[in-house]
């Protein structure tokens, strides 16, 4: 099991690096592979999704056989495989969908949010809550609003499969502090939380007071998630803004948020204590 968007980037970088090597500009190779440059230069950059012939012809071009061959062969194959979200449509929503590309087949998951639940802790009455506001925000039709919710759910799901992911996860105090839902849904998906950090095998969840100091005073700018992969694949980091999500792979590019992932945890309550301020919030006593 792999991401299917990790492995087109990755499969990318190894297709651009193999014509590098071999001295041949992209309007050379793409001549030899009997391609137009445009498209070629679309499957090094990963903005297109390269077929096993479209591959197959390259490699042939570049003169790349045996088990190396059949490496990127599979990796092309990997990359263009139909994903369980893909069946959702529009009510998986794009942003929902880069997310859950990225789980699948991920090892571990490490979440850093600010100002809201991270969407794989959320219970169902919270989610609809959230995706209420998102649909009226942004003028969508209501039809996709119980796909939307449906979907998150299935992204639960998955990643409670065998041999899942593991996931930590740190949230900001004013996460679990500010209202976000009204106050009985609020109080649902604290306790939720807080049973999740007293007993969950696989998922760790820890509370980041407005108090705490950080080392080097490293301040997170916005939420983010770090994926790591098996198979040789790179980790990939995704960048939650406002309008948009970042995804980056490139080693110098992701591991600042390792590093900061890092200092948010180790600066963040155990988990004892996170889910005793948790069920403090939700009124209710350890």
């Known amino acids: 099991m792999s991401s299917p968007l990790v492995r087109r980037r990755r499969l990318a970088k ?34 297109r999704v390269p077929s096993v012939s479209d591959v197959s012809a390259i490699l042939g071009a570049l003169s790349v056989d ?19 979200w893909e069946s959702y449509g529009s009510g998986m929503g794009r942003r929902q969908a880069v997310y859950a590309n990225l789980e699948h087949g991920a090892v571990s998951i490490r979440e850093y949010q600010s100002f ?12 609809r809550a959230r995706s209420e506001l998102a649909f009226k925000q942004a003028r969508l039709p209501s039809a996709d609003l119980d796909r939307t919710v449906e979907a998150k ?3 639960q799901r998955m990643l409670a499969r065998p041999a899942g992911p593991r996931y930590e996860v740190v949230v900001e105090e004013v996460a679990v502090r500010r209202p976000a839902a009204p106050p009985e849904v609020m109080r649902e998906q604290l306790l939720h939380l807080a049973t999740l950090a007293e007993d969950s095998d696989r998922v760790s969840v820890r509370v980041l007071p407005q108090g705490a100091e950080l080392r080097d005073y490293w301040l997170p700018r916005s939420p ?9 694949d790179p980790d990939a980091v995704a960048v939650d803004t406002e309008t948009v999500d ?14 900061l992932f ?4 180790e600066s963040a309550l155990t988990a004892a204590d996170s889910a005793g301020l948790l069920r403090a919030v939700a009124g209710v006593g350890r």
């Open 153 to 155: 759910m299935m992204r």
């Open 14 to 47: 190894e297709l651009r690096q193999l014509r590098e090597d071999a001295g041949l500009t992209a309007e050379e190779l793409a001549r030899t592979a009997k391609m137009s440059r445009p498209k070629l230069s679309r499957f090094e950059t990963a903005d």
């Open 116 to 127: 809201v639940v991270p969407g794989l802790l959320q219970v169902p009455a919270y989610t």
């Open 246 to 259: 970042l995804v980056y792979t490139e080693p110098d590019e992701v591991q600042p948020y390792v590093d």
């Open 262 to 265: 890092g200092r948010v945890w």
């Open 66 to 84: 045996g088990e190396r061959w059949h490496e990127l062969v599979r990796m092309a194959n990997d990359a263009a495989e139909r994903g369980w």
């Open 224 to 232: 983010f998630t770090v994926y790591r992969f098996g198979g040789g």
